[in-house]
Structure formats: structure tokens, C-alpha cells
């Protein structure tokens, strides 16, 4: 229980403001007349009258050019690399792929028959390679083979 328990914790906070005083005695305060080598000189030699300092105006929009040239080019660089993310989802089991529009079997109206089995909807659906049957799994837990 000792840990929760504070004695006054005011002991730091005067040593702190002791130390804080002791700083402030020891530092000098430069006089004017001694100034350095840099300050003397005035502005740097290598600045020429001829060049202009750009506004804030277009320095703004030079930052958004480069800003912009930069997404872009994150993008067309994701772009390239699409295809190790489909790799990756395969890896895992999460890849999904629209297989309904390409399978090439012929339904006919008169064999498509309407069967409620499943209460909730369906999670996965595989088709055998063939096209002739297909397994359907769904949230309830209930698994169906359909030929």
C-alpha cells in the first residue's frame, strides 16, 4: 500500500525550481560590443541582390507539386506491386475470386429449382472442377451438396 501513499510530493518541485535559480545566476549576458566573427560580417557574401525570395504563395503551391508528383508516384508503384497482395490473400485463404459469370455448364429454367436449406446466409460456396456440383456452407452451420 506504501507505493500508492504520497508523502507531500512538493520536495522535487523545489529542488527543481533551487536548481532552475542556481542556472540563471551563471549565465553571462554578451555586451553589444562583443560580437562574433559571423555577426560582424553582416549577410552571407554567396546572397545575390539578383535572386528574389520566393512569396509564400509560391512556395505553397511548389510544396504541392512536389507533394502531389510524390502520391502519384506511391500509386503507380502500388499499382506494380498488385499482384503480390492477391498472392498473399491466396496464401491465406482469403482470395475471392467471381467464378459464376465463367462456368460453363447450361442451366436450363426447368432444372433451377428454388430450396431454402440454409437459415442464415451463406459464407462460402466451392465448385467442383467440372462444374457438376458445388458445396455451400453457411453462418447457421449447415453444409449442402447440390448436384
Not at 545575390?48 to 507539386?65: V, Y
Not at 503507380?76 to 491465406?92: C, I, R, S
Amino acid at each position: 500500500m506504501a507505493f500508492f501513499v504520497r508523502d507531500g510530493g512538493r520536495k522535487s518541485n523545489l529542488n527543481l525550481k533551487r536548481r532552475k535559480r542556481a542556472i540563471d545566476k551563471e549565465e553571462e549576458i554578451a555586451s553589444d560590443s562583443e560580437l562574433s566573427a559571423d555577426e560582424a560580417e553582416g549577410p552571407a557574401p554567396d546572397a545575390s541582390d539578383d535572386e528574389e525570395e520566393e512569396s509564400a504563395q509560391a512556395k505553397r503551391f511548389r510544396l504541392a507539386k512536389q507533394l502531389l508528383t510524390a502520391v502519384e508516384s506511391q500509386q503507380v508503384d502500388q499499382e506494380d506491386e498488385g499482384g503480390h497482395d492477391a498472392d498473399a490473400l491466396e496464401k491465406l485463404g482469403r482470395l475471392h475470386r467471381k467464378v459464376a459469370d465463367t462456368l460453363s455448364t447450361p442451366i436450363s429454367s426447368d432444372a433451377v429449382q428454388k430450396i431454402r436449406v440454409h437459415q442464415f446466409p451463406p459464407t462460402c460456396v466451392a465448385v467442383t472442377s467440372d462444374g457438376k456440383c458445388f458445396v455451400a456452407a453457411s453462418k447457421d452451420g449447415s453444409t449442402v451438396k447440390c448436384q
